[in-house]
């Protein structure tokens, strides 16, 4: 038995930060065993999760012993918070450490979208038909770029967007008028970017407040022809109202990374079937090589703190 057990994927070299009195069970594949998993938690002190482990109170209680819950991310949705605080649990994640990865896949999404099929014809070139016609698309400069949400992920999508000359707008209630960051953004509220932002782009975590906070009348109330992008948490995003809106030629395209059901069960996948000009990735863009490493360096080091050992 192990004091810490990390039972899904994160960078291995983070684990020098763990002394070496300290025993660890490493195994990312314990995900797929979750008895085995239970029973590793008998005399753990600490268990570590990224997103495929629910994180719940029947889960704690296999671990009567545990202090400590870290999740290799940034957002908690798969932990459920009430039942570690209940217990006298302590969580720690990592925030702001995939900031830049998600930054860069908003913005890298915006401009593929508005260049439709420049980057998916590589069958018409081999082929000869050399289809020039109808692969212009749009610049992003001068466009503007909205985000739902102005955190770490949200400030680093529009710093991105800036900086390819777009300009840049933001709603978010709960961060303060007076702070510095809205210096480099125009403050608005959650109609103001629908209404008026080329591209909107959420950064939201997922609460009662914001489910569906992108629903058939906020997409209706966007501008002909907007792009969405949702690389924030499924459900913040009505996708068959989405789909809708997109087969009505009203939305021109979508990003999404996140989705209501991750993965897919069977049937749900349909809703987006025929749809052209929409981006769909596993849940992945916050995950890069470098954010990884990022990731799991600092919760291994919140982990150790507050275990204090």
Partial sequence: MADI???????????????????????P??????????????????????????VTGELLDAGPHLEVVGRIGVGL????????AA?????????????ISVGEYAVT???????????????AVLDGSWPRGRMIGSEVFGKRFGVIGYGNTGRASVQRAAALGMSVMACDPYVPGDDPAWQAVERADLDGVLRSCDIVSLHVPL???????????ALAGMKQGAIV??????????????????????????????????????????????????????????????????????????LVEALAV
């Avoid at 949705?77 to 570690?84: F, G």
């Avoid at 649990?89 to 450490?97: D, L, R, Y």
């Avoid at 395209?253 to 996948?269: K, N, S, Y």
Wanted: with cysteine; proline share 3%; charged share 20%.
């Fill in 109 to 123: 999404a915006a401009m593929m979208l508005l260049r439709a099929g420049a980057y998916q014809g590589n069958a």
């Fill in 5 to 27: 057990v990390i039972c899904e994927f994160l960078n291995a070299a983070a684990l020098q930060q763990i002394p070496g009195h300290v025993t660890l069970l490493y195994d």
């Fill in 229 to 302: 992008i949702n690389a924030a948490r499924g459900g913040v995003v009505d996708e068959a109202a989405l789909a809708k809106a997109m087969r009505s030629g009203h939305i021109a395209g979508a990003a999404l990374d996140v989705f209501e059901t991750e993965p897919f069960e069977a049937g749900e996948a349909g809703k987006f079937d025929g749809i052209e000009n929409i981006i769909l990735t596993p849940h992945i863009a916050g995950v890069t090589h470098e954010s990884n490493k990022r990731t799991s360096f600092d919760v291994i080091r919140n």
């Fill in 87 to 99: 217990r006298n649990i302590t969580v720690v994640n990592a925030p702001g450490s995939n900031a």
């Fill in 29 to 54: 594949t314990l995900l797929e065993r979750p008895d085995e998993l239970r029973g590793e938690l008998a005399k753990a002190r600490a268990l570590v999760v990224r997103s495929y482990v629910e």
């Fill in 207 to 217: 609460t009662d407040e914001t489910r569906y906070i992108i629903n058939a009348a």
């Fill in 77 to 84: 949705n798969n932990v459920d918070l009430d039942a570690c």
